[in-house]
DNA sequence: ACGCTGACTATTA
DNA sequence: CTAATAGCCAGCG
């Protein structure tokens, strides 16, 4: 990818600071909600967003809360940087991540989405917009 | 209170 | 080129 060796620095400096740990979780919820359909990101993208330089783990992390949050977080719009469907596994049936996805348009191969890259919604843009 | 694990990513060997 | 390791931060035993 193209992108800046840092975002997160950028994004820093577009995100406030006075931003609590809890609130992670809060803030990786609401940018996954505003992935739009038939969009995915991942992990490392919505981490980098919010200012974290490899929070991507916890952006895994913060998706296996979401499990009861509200409004529900798409969390299936959430894949790895390959596009890879890894937290497929963590769904409530594997292959609800792949329907869902598909169900939105995107197809789905070997567990992989396929051009990921055209389907790829950048939140360091979209808060960059903001 | 301490240590391990984990829905990841990037770098080095 | 592929493979292995380190870094990251927060929840959980």
Do not use: C
């Not at 609401?30 to 991942?42: D, E, F, K």
């Not at 929070?55 to 299936?76: E, F, L």
């Amino acid at each position: 990818m193209p992108s800046a060796k840092r975002p997160d620095d950028q994004l820093r400096a577009v995100l406030p600071s006075g931003k609590k740990e809890s609130d992670f979780f809060q803030q990786v919820w609401a940018l996954v909600r505003l992935i739009p359909r038939g969009r995915v990101t991942s992990y490392g993208a919505i981490a980098a967003s919010l200012g974290a330089r490899s929070g991507a783990r916890m952006v895994g992390w913060a998706m296996n809360s979401s499990h009861g949050a509200t409004p529900k977080v798409p969390a299936h719009r959430v894949v790895n940087r390959m596009g890879l469907l890894s937290g497929k596994n963590h769904f409530p049936t594997p292959t609800a991540m792949q329907e869902q996805l598909e169900k939105e348009g995107i197809k789905i191969k070997d567990d992989q989405v396929v051009d990921f890259e055209k389907h790829f919604w950048d939140p360091t843009k979209e808060l960059n917009s903001l």
